[in-house]
């Protein structure tokens, strides 16, 4: 998040990086995905897609949420559950030789920069909820 991010109203979710990158990396994730083996189906090509979206599903109630400081925070903390778990099916899946060695550090990396994000939102919970 960059100080004119900081210093200026955010009109929505969507304007936010931390929503555009985990947004970004979830699609990614979704195509990737796509080349999964079938019998992967319904564990970890489901789960992977499931936990990926839910990072920016909850950020988008943790930015609904934003007048009750409390709803923040956990909102924030279930982001990073998922961006977590994303990383775990991201781990198996680069064990199982789905995707290389590359491609997992590299969306590593991106979930490692969301973790940043949030932490700092966290951090500046009243920035976020003073002004709602």
Not at 15 to 41: Q, W
Not at 56 to 63: F, M, P, R, T, V
Not at 78 to 99: G, M, N, R, S, V
Not at 120 to 126: D, L, N, P, V
Request: hydrophobic residues 35%; positive net charge.
């Amino acid at each position: 998040m960059n100080n004119q991010q900081m210093n200026r109203r955010v009109g929505s979710i969507r304007e936010m990086n931390v929503y555009k990158l985990s947004f970004d990396t979830a699609m990614k994730i979704y195509a990737i995905s796509k080349g999964f083996p079938k019998e992967e189906r319904f564990s970890l090509t489901d789960q992977i897609r499931r936990s990926s979206r839910s990072v920016c599903a909850n950020l988008a109630e943790c930015w609904r949420k934003r007048r009750y400081k409390a709803a923040f925070i956990n909102r924030l903390t279930d982001c990073e559950q998922e961006a977590a778990e994303t990383q775990t099916w991201l781990e198996f899946a680069l064990q199982c030789h789905y995707i290389d060695q590359a491609l997992f550090d590299e969306l590593d990396q991106k979930y490692e920069h969301v973790f940043a994000m949030l932490i700092t939102m966290e951090r500046k919970t009243e920035s976020f909820c003073k002004d709602y």
